[in-house]
């Protein structure tokens, strides 16, 4: 079990992270400290809204409070629109973080995903990770987002997991947390459905030999 750990998430929208690695901050944050960043608000694409916009925001930090972690921090740039960034603007702000904080594990989204910010937030991650002399960070972990990474697979861009966290014990609160969201919920047999995230766990576990686990690709590591 990883213990006294810093843990970066670098995700592209709330519920991202719950989705992607939900299980994962469950397990780990007893006895590691994480931080948690979003690259947009994940609702501007779809309405500019400013009441849906901040309904969001506030779905997450219950989310959080009900997690027992820091309050994520935001970036606020353009939903699904962040091919629009210059990709070096996008890189800048997640170094900061990662010289302010010092995380020693990352974890991401997967480079394949069919969602544009899902992509971009992998780039702009990998690069800013870059091993170069004394960056803290020594693992890179890319995880799978429900209705996005499986619906861009093809035979060469299929996620495949090589690196699992057994997640049994955590599945229940996963699918609480999942619930905090209930903008972004959809009724089976969409893919971003409770029914569906119990599933896909419970799939990834018969993978790993557990009850339940999340599958991720590990895209770097380093040892001393």
């Known amino acids: 079990m990883l213990k006294n750990k810093k843990i ?10 719950i989705l992607g690695c939900g299980g994962t901050i469950l397990k780990l944050k007893k006895k590691n400290k994480f931080k948690i960043i979003f690259l947009t ?18 779905e997450c930090e219950k989310l959080f409070k009900f997690l ?3 309050k994520p921090a935001f970036f606020d740039l353009p939903d699904n629109e962040l091919d629009k960034v210059p990709l070096l603007k996008i890189i800048k702000k997640i170094e900061k973080v990662i010289e302010s904080f010092k995380p020693e ?8 995903c069919l969602n544009i910010d899902h992509q971009i937030a992998y780039q702009a ?19 799978e987002v429900l209705s996005s990474t499986e619906w861009g697979a093809s035979k060469k861009k299929t996620f495949q997991p090589n690196y699992y966290f057994k997640i049994d014990k955590e599945i229940k609160n996963k699918i609480k ?11 089976y047999p969409h893919s971003r459905s409770l029914k569906a995230i119990e599933t896909l766990a419970k799939f990834r576990g018969i993978s790993s030999g557990f009850k339940f686990a999340e599958g991720f690709i590990l895209v770097r590591k380093l040892v001393e």
């Open 68 to 70: 027992k972690i820091e």
């Open 8 to 17: 970066l998430v670098i995700a592209a929208h709330p519920d991202d992270e």
């Open 177 to 187: 947390a999942m619930k905090f969201y209930k903008s972004e919920l959809k009724k």
């Open 125 to 143: 991650t990998i690069t800013a990770c870059r091993p170069i002399k004394n960056i803290s960070v020594k693992k890179i972990l890319s995880f």
């Open 105 to 112: 594990i990352v974890f991401t989204h997967y480079e394949n």
């Open 41 to 58: 608000n994940g609702v501007s694409a779809r309405s500019k809204n400013e009441n849906k916009i901040l309904k969001r925001k506030i």
